[in-house]
């Protein structure tokens, strides 16, 4: 079916259920990033393919909102005979839904994709919020996949660090000290992280889709039964109990007379709705496992450190086989390539990319999460910037780089190396800043657009997100972002520094390194540790424009590069990363 047929499908469906509109999230029963191939039904209803958005239809328009980095992919993505597209922070769904001059709207949605924020983003006197049971999408799309129910896994102590009984305790005793039965968990990666496991149902993220009940004195884990392998009894213990999703209903009804809690930020309104209406006390609390998760232990530290090296030696390898050979292929081949390298270097730690590649050379890398495909991308010409943000995932941690190349011969344009200069000069400045214990994120995020707001420049996207440890590359709760945000970084947290500045039909230019949070020198201070070992494009750089300690810091870094990397390649790339690691002056 094309646009129309489905859109004239869909409304049919409004007037059997009595309503004059849908909203439809791009997520899953777990509100998680990434999903399965049956969850994508943003994608599939209306051809915008970013990992982030939404939509509403109503009778006569259609309208799909995302943030800053898919505003690009959405126009091209879009056919916009049928459907409008906004950036969902500047021109919010309500404020759409309102200009519509409609004095009444019954607002249909499904209360397992939507969180109570969610919701709220939607309140107004003209509209009535109806959830419906059966999602009107999975009613016409009728070659849906089958949600996954791949093994669950044990994720071993040499990786996590951390037994996982030493972790429910933990979390056990909060129950008992803040005087609550049980704690409901619906996000993947954080009962993961507390039980020990992993899995493969979400393209990018190893993680299986389970939700989990803790109480004091046990867990009940909800899966697919055909996802609990043998030993995974044996590993998890006799106070991990292995139900079905089936049974998670009823045990929820099961809570009556109980005191409950749950974080709903993530935890679907569909959660809500049941306690509700068995009456089942509920109190509302951040969930327990998100901070910790975030500081990872020692052992934790020390896999990062052993993936990104794995990861440097991929990427400088790419990087070299680029320069010599990447002009002629497509957007495609030169991300497979690079694919390619990680499962080298990687070895049996490599499992699989962190998230889909952006590889855009010229203005698709303007497109801030573009996603080449066989059928449509370009191939690399000389005298292009080219842009690859790539990651991985290693049984001892998550990588996510970015790097902008000039390919070809000839000099880069000057008003392409300013902005590149101006983006790295962000980039070290966030790098080598020391702050005091409990500076959030927001507070540096100045640092990494001081140089391109005096040339009249900006980026709309964050500047680092958290990453998780073999888990999801996007990770909360610490940010650093304009946008203020009360969690303070701390010692173990992993965060992106991502920098970049985007000319729209010419070139994007982003920089990134992932750093880890530990201890500065100074009493009750804190700095950053690069994890991300590999060389910036000294082609796209105006030295002219460094100060001396940024000479000083690309310098020492290009050293730490070279000396950790270089006796990991071949003869040729050794003396390749010796020439493009030299000094700066």
Same mark, same amino acid.
């Not at 292995?242 to 930020?265: R, V, Y």
């Given at each position: 079916?094309?646009?129309?047929?489905?859109?004239?499908?869909?409304?049919?469906?409004?007037?059997?259920?009595?309503?004059?509109?849908?909203?439809?999230?791009?997520?899953?029963?777990?509100?998680?990033?990434?999903?399965?191939?049956?969850?994508?039904?943003?994608?599939?209803?209306?051809?915008?393919?970013?990992?982030?958005?939404?939509?509403?239809?109503?009778?006569?328009?259609?309208?799909?909102?995302?943030?800053?980095?898919?505003?690009?992919?959405?126009?091209?993505?879009?056919?916009?005979?049928?459907?409008?597209?906004?950036?969902?922070?500047?021109?919010?769904?309500?404020?759409?839904?309102?200009?519509? $001059?409609?004095? %009444?709207?019954? !607002? +249909?949605? *499904?209360?397992? @994709?939507? =969180?109570?924020?969610? &919701?709220?983003?939607?309140?107004?006197?003209?509209?009535?919020?109806?959830?419906?049971?059966?999602?009107?999408?999975?009613?016409?799309?009728?070659?849906?996949?089958?949600?996954?129910?791949?093994?669950?896994?044990?994720?071993?102590?040499?990786?996590?660090?951390?037994?996982?009984?030493?972790?429910?305790?933990?979390?056990?005793?909060?129950?008992?000290?803040?005087?609550?039965?049980?704690?409901?968990?619906?996000?993947?990666?954080?009962?993961?992280?507390?039980?020990?496991?992993?899995?493969?149902?979400?393209?990018?993220?190893?993680?299986?889709?389970?939700?989990?009940?803790?109480?004091?004195?046990?867990?009940?884990?909800?899966?697919?039964?055909?996802?609990?392998? $043998?030993?995974? %009894?044996?590993? !998890? +213990?006799? *106070?991990?109990? @292995?139900? =079905?999703?089936?049974? &998670?209903?009823?045990?929820?009804?099961?809570?009556?007379?109980?005191?409950?809690?749950?974080?709903?930020?993530?935890?679907?309104?569909?959660?809500?709705?049941?306690?509700?209406?068995?009456?089942?006390?509920?109190?509302?609390?951040?969930?327990?496992?998100?901070?910790?998760?975030?500081?990872?232990?020692?052992?934790?530290?020390?896999?990062?450190?052993?993936?990104?090296?794995?990861?440097?030696?991929?990427?400088?390898?790419?990087?070299?086989?680029?320069?010599?050979?990447?002009?002629?292929?497509?957007?495609?081949?030169?991300?497979?390539?690079?694919?390619?390298?990680?499962?080298?270097?990687?070895?049996?730690?490599?499992?699989?990319?962190?998230?889909?590649?952006?590889?855009?050379?010229?203005?698709?890398?303007?497109?801030?999460?573009?996603?080449?495909?066989?059928?449509?991308?370009?191939?690399?010409?000389?005298?292009?910037?080219?842009?690859?943000?790539?990651?991985?995932?290693?049984?001892?941690?998550?990588?996510?780089?970015?790097?902008?190349?000039?390919?070809?011969?000839?000099?880069?344009?000057?008003?392409?190396?300013?902005?590149?200069?101006?983006?790295?000069?962000?980039?070290?400045?966030?790098?080598?800043?020391?702050?005091?214990?409990?500076?959030?994120?927001?507070?540096?995020?100045?640092?990494?657009?001081?140089?391109?707001?005096?040339?009249?420049?900006?980026?709309?996207?964050?500047?680092?997100?958290?990453?998780?440890?073999?888990?999801?590359?996007?990770?909360?709760?610490?940010?650093?972002?304009?946008?203020?945000?009360?969690?303070?970084?701390?010692?173990?947290?992993?965060?992106?520094?991502?920098?970049?500045?985007?000319?729209?039909?010419?070139?994007?230019?982003?920089?990134?390194?992932?750093?880890?949070?530990?201890?500065?020198?100074?009493?009750?201070?804190?700095?950053?540790?690069?994890?991300?070992?590999?060389?910036?494009?000294?082609?796209?750089?105006?030295?002219?424009?460094?100060?001396?300690?940024?000479?000083?810091?690309?310098?020492?870094?290009?050293?730490?590069?070279?000396?950790?990397?270089?006796?990991?390649?071949?003869?040729?790339?050794?003396?390749?990363?010796?020439?493009?690691?030299?000094?700066?002056?």
């Amino acid at each position: 079916m094309n646009s129309a047929q489905k859109l004239a499908q869909i409304r049919a469906i409004f007037k059997q259920q009595q309503i004059d509109g849908f909203i439809i999230q791009r997520g899953d029963e777990f509100l998680n990033e990434y999903v399965a191939p049956y969850a994508e039904r943003l994608a599939w209803l209306t051809g915008f393919t970013g990992s982030a958005g939404m939509a509403v239809i109503l009778d006569q328009k259609a309208a799909v909102f995302s943030d800053g980095r898919y505003i690009l992919q959405m126009q091209q993505e879009l056919n916009q005979d049928h459907w409008e597209s906004f950036h969902i922070s500047k021109h919010p769904p309500l404020q759409w839904i309102i200009e519509q $001059n409609q004095p %009444s709207i019954k !607002l +249909g949605y *499904d209360p397992k @994709l939507m =969180s109570e924020k969610d &919701l709220k983003a939607f309140e107004h006197p003209s509209i009535t919020l109806i959830p419906i049971e059966a999602n009107p999408i999975d009613a016409i799309w009728h070659d849906q996949p089958s949600p996954p129910h791949h093994p669950i896994v044990p994720h071993d102590i040499q990786f996590s660090g951390q037994d996982h009984h030493e972790k429910i305790e933990i979390l056990q005793q909060a129950l008992i000290d803040n005087q609550e039965d049980a704690y409901i968990l619906c996000d993947p990666a954080s009962i993961c992280w507390l039980l020990n496991i992993r899995g493969s149902d979400v393209p990018y993220t190893p993680i299986p889709l389970v939700f989990a009940i803790i109480t004091q004195n046990e867990v009940a884990l909800y899966a697919d039964t055909e996802q609990y392998i $043998n030993n995974l %009894s044996e590993f !998890l +213990g006799n *106070d991990v109990l @292995l139900k =079905s999703h089936t049974e &998670l209903e009823t045990d929820l009804i099961a809570l009556a007379n109980t005191n409950i809690a749950f974080d709903p930020a993530q935890t679907p309104i569909w959660f809500i709705q049941i306690l509700k209406k068995h009456e089942v006390t509920f109190s509302k609390r951040s969930n327990p496992c998100t901070l910790p998760k975030s500081r990872k232990n020692l052992i934790e530290q020390e896999g990062s450190r052993q993936a990104h090296l794995r990861d440097a030696v991929a990427m400088c390898r790419f990087l070299y086989w680029l320069e010599h050979h990447g002009v002629g292929h497509s957007e495609v081949e030169v991300a497979k390539k690079l694919n390619g390298f990680r499962q080298e270097a990687g070895g049996d730690f490599y499992k699989e990319e962190s998230f889909p590649a952006i590889s855009g050379v010229g203005a698709n890398g303007a497109i801030i999460h573009y996603h080449a495909t066989p059928e449509n991308c370009s191939i690399l010409t000389e005298d292009k910037a080219y842009l690859i943000d790539s990651g991985g995932q290693y049984l001892d941690g998550t990588t996510d780089i970015t790097r902008t190349i000039w390919l070809g011969k000839n000099i880069a344009p000057q008003d392409l190396k300013e902005a590149v200069t101006c983006v790295l000069q962000g980039h070290i400045a966030i790098s080598s800043a020391i702050f005091p214990k409990g500076t959030t994120g927001s507070r540096l995020d100045v640092l990494a657009r001081y140089s391109l707001w005096q040339k009249g420049l900006d980026y709309d996207h964050g500047t680092g997100h958290g990453v998780g440890s073999y888990l999801s590359v996007h990770e909360g709760p610490c940010r650093i972002s304009s946008i203020p945000f009360p969690v303070p970084l701390q010692e173990g947290m992993i965060i992106s520094n991502e920098p970049g500045y985007y000319l729209s039909g010419q070139y994007g230019i982003r920089l990134e390194n992932l750093l880890l949070v530990t201890a500065a020198t100074h009493n009750n201070f804190l700095q950053f540790e690069p994890l991300t070992l590999v060389p910036f494009d000294k082609n796209l750089i105006d030295t002219e424009m460094l100060s001396k300690n940024q000479k000083n810091w690309l310098n020492q870094y290009h050293q730490q590069v070279f000396d950790k990397i270089s006796h990991h390649l071949n003869k040729n790339e050794k003396q390749w990363l010796q020439q493009v690691c030299s000094d700066v002056t």
